[in-house]
């Protein structure tokens, strides 16, 4: 356990954590909503610092980030807790459990981690991943400003409820985002993920606004966040607000943790690939093998330039600087590759 950031002590032993927009008021020897910072009688404590539930190098394809560092691995790391209660979550058994619930958990430092990551070769960064790395905070951000000092790149895979201050304090060490954007109306964020949107959309802006890699996730659920217009209003507000050349990833739902509904049928993922094309340049499927929505073909002439099969990928068409090979246009943003 360590001290957590971003609270203040209220009347009768109560405790208001201000890491993210729940804000939570929490009662003596009680949790916060993401199960991981709790009232002492002191402080806040965060008792998921060091806690690692999961490391291992993946493709960086996997976080899915398809214009980083295309075909690098990089070290991901996650613990338990989350800050989001999704009807629909795949890591459940992670995300909505507790230290002391959850037996298969390892403790780290820092500077392990940093050591893990630096022992590879074709690795160049650590991602924070697997559970929500929000209720993570203070370890994430003592690696990650450690693995800057070495070097290392730093990837954080979140739903992007935040506050702004911890954000503003993160994005001092962070250099790409993987973020999901669940939905595009209030009423599926709060029925079922106990949030709402407007604090991701902002969290969004704010990362474009401070030049980091972004890229946007979107897990189509069938009779839930699959209506067209819907979803129209959502890419053009992810091309006016954060730019035409967002990676946007569209995943196949699978019914799972509280949420029965069928798998997301692939009609509906190519019908939203062709939307979304109208108007962003790079759009994928993922969760599922396709034939279309796999690969990256250069917007200004039509070559292949990346090809992906799974998680595996081959640079077709691509140079050095991230640009295709055969009319010059830039693909890949220039220090990510």
């Known amino acids: 356990m360590k001290t957590a950031r971003f609270f203040k002590k209220e009347e009768n032993d109560k405790i208001r954590c201000h890491l ?22 002191n402080e806040l404590v965060s008792e998921n610092y060091g806690k690692v539930c999961s490391i291992r190098f993946d493709p960086i394809e996997k976080k899915p980030l398809y214009h980083y560092f295309p075909g690098k691995i990089i070290l991901s790391v996650g613990s338990i807790g989350c800050n989001l209660r999704c009807k629909f979550c795949q ?10 619930d959850y037996p298969f958990i390892s403790e780290y430092t820092p500077q392990e981690i940093v050591k893990i990551a630096l022992k590879e ?5 650590i991602s924070y991943t697997y559970n929500e790395p929000i209720v993570w905070y203070e370890f994430m951000y003592d690696i990650a400003k450690l693995a800057q000092t070495e070097k290392l790149k730093n990837v ?20 790409a985002f993987s973020v999901d954007l669940k939905a595009f109306t209030d009423r599926f964020y709060k029925q079922l993920t106990s949030s709402s949107l407007e604090p991701v959309l902002e969290t ?53 943790y509280k949420l029965n509904r069928p798998s997301t049928p692939l009609s509906t993922l190519l019908k939203f690939l062709d939307i979304a094309q109208q108007h962003l340049n790079y759009v994928f499927i993922g969760n599922m093998r396709t034939e279309k929505g796999q690969n990256t073909y250069c917007r200004k002439c039509g070559e292949l330039v990346i090809g992906r099969h799974g998680y595996s990928t081959i640079r ?3 140079d ?12 890949i943003p220039r220090g990510s590759i």
């Open 20 to 41: 993210c927009p729940h804000n939570c008021k929490i009662d003596i020897d009680k949790r916060g909503i993401c199960r991981v910072r709790k009232n002492t009688g």
């Open 91 to 100: 890591n459940f058994e992670i995300s909505q459990s507790t230290v002391d």
């Open 121 to 125: 070769a074709n690795n160049f960064g």
């Open 156 to 175: 954080m895979v979140t739903n992007g409820f935040i506050n702004r201050e911890p954000l503003e304090e993160l994005c001092r060490f962070m250099d």
């Open 204 to 256: 969004l802006k704010y990362l474009k606004s401070q030049h980091k890699h972004i890229e946007i996730t979107n897990l189509v659920i069938p009779e839930e966040n699959d209506d067209e217009d819907v979803f129209l209003e959502m890419v053009k507000w992810i091309a006016s607000e954060i730019g035409i050349n967002t990676v946007l990833h569209l995943s196949r739902y699978y019914p799972t």
């Open 316 to 318: 077709e068409r691509l």
């Open 320 to 331: 050095e600087q991230g640009n295709c090979v055969n009319c010059g246009n830039n693909i």
